[in-house]
């Protein structure tokens, strides 16, 4: 049974027009992650969430936020999509942020951008 | 600057054949490091993991990996692959000292196993 669900698996959007992305857990997990992941590239955290704390990482484009309305959904907002966004967008979890923690992964959806 | 890198970015064997992934990484500081794996449609998954002692480390599905302090590796092996274990392979590396166990990744090797 899938933990961390992300929906839609593909989504094709518009430059310049907002998109939502979305990722739940049945994990009860603590901490919530989004990944960007491009063609050939590494997976590049963006931020993450402890409980309701939010963590952006330093290089994060502000075109990218998140929200977490609760325990068990966060969201990827990127509010003018470019080109230059089209990737794999990974969300993950994990009980707790000790770095010694598993981090459980959604399948992922993949954005282009048209 | 901290990194993780992956030798080979694709790689095709025969069933049978013995599978070797290089990674290594530019850490200052004390590492945990991670093999994560993705079948083909699937999500990202745990492989094996080091956290301390013993350096080599066994995982799911026959897999084992060795840690390599002098050397800053960590290298995935198996000593003879199915067609099932076509998939990408993602090394991945965090800080022990990192409060929040940020993950970093390397770009990923796919490993094709050919009937």
């Known amino acids: 049974d899938a933990m961390v669900i992300q929906n839609p698996r593909y989504q094709v959007t518009q430059f310049g027009k907002p998109v939502t992305l979305s990722c739940s857990q049945t994990l009860n997990h603590n901490v919530m992650y989004w990944y960007q992941q491009k063609s050939s590239q590494a997976p590049k955290l963006l931020f993450h969430?402890?409980?309701?704390?939010?963590?952006n990482e330093a290089d994060t484009p502000d075109n990218f936020q998140s929200r977490r309305p609760n325990t068990s959904f966060c969201f990827l907002d990127i509010r003018s999509p470019g080109l230059g966004d089209a990737a794999m967008y990974l969300c993950?979890?994990?009980?707790?942020?000790?770095?010694?923690?598993?981090?459980?992964f959604g399948q992922g959806t993949r954005l282009t951008v048209v | 600057a901290q990194s993780v890198s992956q030798h080979n970015h694709h790689v095709i064997l025969s069933e049978a054949a013995s599978l070797e992934l290089g990674c290594n990484y530019s850490?200052?500081?004390?590492?945990?490091l991670f093999w994560y794996v993705q079948y083909p449609g699937q999500h990202l998954q745990l492989l094996l993991k080091y956290f301390s002692g013993d350096p080599l480390v066994k995982g799911i599905k026959g897999f084992e990996a060795e840690f390599i302090k002098s050397k800053f590796s960590f290298n995935l092996r198996k000593p003879s692959v199915q067609w099932s274990d076509t998939a990408e392979y993602f090394c991945a590396v965090n800080e022990k000292d990192d409060s929040w166990g940020k993950l970093q990744f390397g770009a990923g090797t796919q490993v094709v196993v050919t009937p």
């Open positions: 993950a979890t994990s009980a707790d942020r000790v770095p010694n923690t598993e981090a459980f």
């Open positions: 850490y200052g500081g004390t590492v945990n």
């Open positions: 969430y402890y409980d309701k704390d939010f963590n």
